[in-house]
């Protein structure tokens, strides 16, 4: 059932535990009763079929989160209009959720493991960044539509949750790019930190994921109403709330698949490669 | 730096790569640096310190909701009114937040680890249905509360999402009975879905997190509204809204630390010790 030695050198294992603990061992015994190299294939079938499947989601998040503002809030502007407010679902979902999604299980894609960890390391910073940018122009444009129709700011449940989440997520990128990127962080320092890192992104994704619901909720009831007109409630599911409720569930459809994604241990880079290694100052621990 | 052997025998590696990872030894080498018991005791003192933490905002975010119901709303009944509404928000919160969060660590408790593990999957299995019960309780309240008053069921983002986690929680319920109780269930397939068990158990909780901000939110939009009678809105923040956003953000504390307990993998049960295990039906797979 098992290739290689009958042992783990202990000298391979991770010190705090976490994603480097040996993988290229766990590759060979994780499916007794089947060869090594056949496991090995269906595990990398299976994360590429869910990857995609992540990805598609993510695009159907994007496509519905503009149809809903451009088709059926009026379009944008930048005016404190109530077309400037239709930035904030769009920009919110497009980095707080998509972005930030993508960029949580960039190092869980076999394809990169053949390389140093560094160019993956600054396009996970840069993917963050862009989703932090986006997600704060996200809030400057409702802010700013709020300011300019006299609607006080951060007094409900959904503005709580969304506020938190983004200052957790800036504080979050600060530290990693301080932490993991910097040569002159120590080891122990990244070690200690490395499970904190992982846990809280998981939780910032938890907490996006409830603002977009909260929000999508909160608009639906203050835009459906019965009208004179003939303009159905939110209660009699018109298309349009048919269509924001559907971006609700792709919204968390994305996000249990990007939790499936970090939650297997056999789709975690293998970083314990020390022939991969070549000394810089970035690079200086590359496998932590 | 660190004590025992120098390697680990791969017989001791669960085939499934999950949480039987060889625990002794990585209680052993998690800390290079320090003694192996200090290292141990400062694990076991960090976990004690966030289950207490979570045990605290449990019973925060009981005593919230049910001041928030029999303060500000008036009460329960169960007469098709607005007080039967009010047991809806207690139930959710106690059920599938506040049981459900606290049966999912429950083998995290090192206290646990000395005995088998059949007393404490029956208890997970006890906590986890009573959780189940409360939220279809805490369901019907409202379903009952909608149709005696001619509201719609079912059609909000709230709705949606809260009815989605109950059923894959009752989903998850049965399959876990079946596959992780039941003696008949062959170890392939405890082995194939226990890391199943494990991810979707973390979705549910974050989808009844998004269900219950969604649902506080919305019901504070519902409720406070400004009035002739000089009542406040919702967006001047009187008390009512001050207690149930507090309450939001205690639900969210507590599925972090909860997330924070399961994610730390120095904290998993260690199953692979076959001392523990003597041979009746039920525990024949003790240590899946």
């Known amino acids: 059932m098992q290739r290689g030695s009958d042992c783990l050198p202990l000298s391979h294992l991770d010190p705090c535990g976490s994603e480097t603990f040996p993988p290229p061992q766990k590759h060979e015994v994780n499916s007794p009763g089947a060869p090594a190299g056949v496991s090995r294939m269906r595990q990398t079938v299976i994360f ?13 998040c994007l496509v519905c989160v503009c ?6 809030r009026g379009g944008f502007a930048w005016d404190g209009s109530g077309l400037q407010f239709n930035w ?7 980095g707080l959720v998509v972005l930030y999604g993508n960029g ?3 190092y869980r894609v076999p394809l990169t493991w053949g390389q140093n960890k560094l160019p993956w390391k600054l396009l996970h910073a ?3 960044l862009l ?3 986006l997600s704060v122009v996200g809030l400057c444009a409702v802010f700013g539509f709020n300011n300019a ?11 709580w949750i969304g506020i ?5 997520f800036a504080m979050q990128w600060v530290a990693g790019l301080a932490v993991f990127l910097l040569p002159c962080s120590p080891t122990s320092l990244r070690k200690l930190l490395k499970p904190v890192h992982v846990w809280l992104g998981g939780g910032i994704l938890s907490l996006s994921i409830a603002a977009c619901i909260s929000g999508i909720n909160e608009k639906l009831f203050f835009v459906l109403k019965a009208s004179a007109g003939g303009a159905q409630p939110y209660s009699a599911l018109p298309p349009e709330a048919l269509l924001a409720n559907s971006l609700g569930v792709l919204i968390v459809a994305f996000g249990l698949v990007v939790f499936f994604i970090l939650s297997n241990q056999k789709w975690q880079r293998p970083d314990s490669r020390p022939e991969e290694l070549a000394y810089t100052p970035l690079l200086q621990e590359e496998n932590e």
């Open 164 to 168: 938190a989440a983004t200052a957790l």
């Open 149 to 159: 129709n006299n609607i006080p700011n951060l007094y409900s449940l959904h503005s």
């Open 104 to 106: 949580a299980v960039l």
């Open 126 to 128: 840069a993917l963050m």
């Open 48 to 60: 590429y079929l869910s990857y995609l499947l992540g990805v598609a989601l993510s695009l159907a």
């Open 88 to 94: 904030h679902p769009v920009l919110m979902v497009a």
């Open 131 to 133: 989703a932090l940018v």
């Open 67 to 72: 149809v809903w503002s451009a088709r059926w």
